[in-house]
């Protein structure tokens, strides 16, 4: 059996026999630069039907159409975890979506906080690079990128049950997460990373004194915030989450 060069997603409904139209773009893109033909292959998913090994049934310059052959993998969900970041400079804030939706992030939630450098986002754009890393990473599910949200107001509204790990660079050298979480809860979990300036005294004792957070230090060193969202979530991951 031919093996399938492109892995995409898309929107539509998967499953066996099913047809999915192709708009003049992905055509432009299967076609025009991935020159493929009738009968080859391709994976699609969709965030919902798992992934789909589908096949080339009309082939033209704006339009084709695919059809479902068979399910190659099932739906997998992340674990239940939100990533909570300040936005910093552009590509180190696409950076932290990438890696997010890689390393097994549910949502990822810009926020702003009291020295966040950037009051705006492109969420959409950021989305887009959600949608990039599943389809790269072999994930079958695309974590929602949310709009840019203020810490206080998300705080104040913060859903019953779900856990805090707040990464604080004033705990260099304390508790790590592997002191600080006592095990998954059926709520879920957050992780906070705050921006290039850090966190307001305002801000920690606000957070330090609410019952859901878990002051966590990533080490000896202030990394930076790109970084500390790598670090945090492979501490998570490792601990509480799927990578066993
Ligand atoms: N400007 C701050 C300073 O000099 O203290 C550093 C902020 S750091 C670049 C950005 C974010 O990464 C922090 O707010 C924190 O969430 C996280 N972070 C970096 N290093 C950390 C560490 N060693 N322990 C816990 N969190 C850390």
């Known amino acids: 059996m031919k093996q399938a060069k492109v892995r995409l997603y898309l929107e539509q409904a998967l499953g066996e026999g099913q047809t999915i139209p192709l708009e003049r773009d992905q055509a432009h893109y299967l076609f025009g630069v991935m020159r493929m033909a009738v009968g080859d292959p391709v994976l699609l998913f969709n965030g919902r039907d798992g992934e789909w090994r589908c096949e080339v049934s009309v082939a033209n310059k704006r339009n084709g159409e695919l059809v479902c052959v068979g399910m190659t993998k099932p739906l997998q969900l992340p674990p239940d975890l939100w990533l909570l970041f300040a936005p910093i400079k552009k590509a180190r804030t696409d950076f932290i979506v990438e890696k997010a939706a890689e390393m097994g992030a549910a949502r990822i939630v810009p926020v702003n906080t009291e020295y966040t450098n950037s009051d705006r986002i492109r969420q959409d754009r950021l989305q887009a690079h959600a949608v990039e890393a599943a389809e790269q990473c072999g994930g079958t599910y695309v974590p929602e990128v949310s709009d840019l949200q203020r810490l206080d107001k998300l705080l104040a509204d913060w859903p019953d049950r779900r ?12 508790p790590s997460i592997f002191d600080a979480a006592h095990g998954a809860d059926e709520g879920g979990w957050a992780i906070l990373i705050g ?7 305002a801000e920690r004792a606000r957070l330090k004194a609410l019952p859901f957070a878990h002051v966590v230090s990533l080490g000896p060193r202030i990394l930076r915030a790109d970084t500390a969202a790598v670090a945090a979530m492979t501490l998570w991951q490792k601990n509480l989450g799927d990578w066993g």
């Open 163 to 174: 856990q805090l790990m707040f990464c604080d660079e004033s705990e260099v050298g304390k």
């Open 195 to 201: 921006p290039e300036g850090g966190f307001s005294d």
